[in-house]
């Protein structure tokens, strides 16, 4: 799959390996992610370095709570280029609403330039049918730079899904 494009002519691949399915509810699933991106370092001679940014665990499940209703639970644990990531993130689905809240905490060795954070998430959606779906998403994000005072930083967001035939 493909993870991300970049300007200046860098792009990011990844792969996947399930080895429990996942879309099952009642499962629990493992996987395991490797994310390998290209950077050219000559435009001129077209060089293309390959580097190892990511490297991602993923235990999960879907539980069955009430029926028509799904509790979600996935604990994530990455070793990036540039540090160390760790979340967490769980959510209820039944019916039209969905429900999710989730955390991560990014440890940055490189904390001059990208900051270490701690970031909180909620999300509240609706889906109207088979055709459309609306998502309210929130987020506080504390960034910690070295030798800086920590900043916060709050986002929000609806995104709307269409399904046009």
Not at 49 to 63: M, P, Q, S, Y
Not at 156 to 163: C, D, G, N, W
Request: overall charge neutral.
């Amino acid at each position: 799959y493909l993870s991300r494009v970049t300007g200046g002519g860098g792009a990011a691949l990844g792969a996947g390996m399930i080895y429990i399915d996942p879309n099952e509810v009642g499962k629990f699933y493992i996987r395991a992610e490797e994310v390998i991106s290209g950077r050219m370092n000559d435009l001129q001679k077209q060089d293309i370095i390959l580097r190892n940014t990511e490297e991602k665990f993923v235990v999960g499940a879907d539980v069955k709570v009430f029926e028509g209703e799904v509790l979600n639970l996935e604990a994530t644990r990455s070793n990036l280029s540039w540090g160390k990531s760790t979340g967490i993130k769980g959510g209820l689905t039944g019916g039209n609403l969905n429900f999710g809240v989730g955390y991560e905490k990014v440890d940055s060795e490189q904390s001059r330039i990208l900051p270490s954070t701690e970031k909180s998430k909620l999300e509240l959606g609706y889906n109207g049918g088979p055709k459309w779906r609306v998502d309210v998403i929130g987020s506080k994000t504390k960034e910690q730079y070295k030798d800086a005072n920590s900043n916060n930083v709050y986002t929000a967001e609806v995104k709307l899904r269409m399904f046009l035939w």
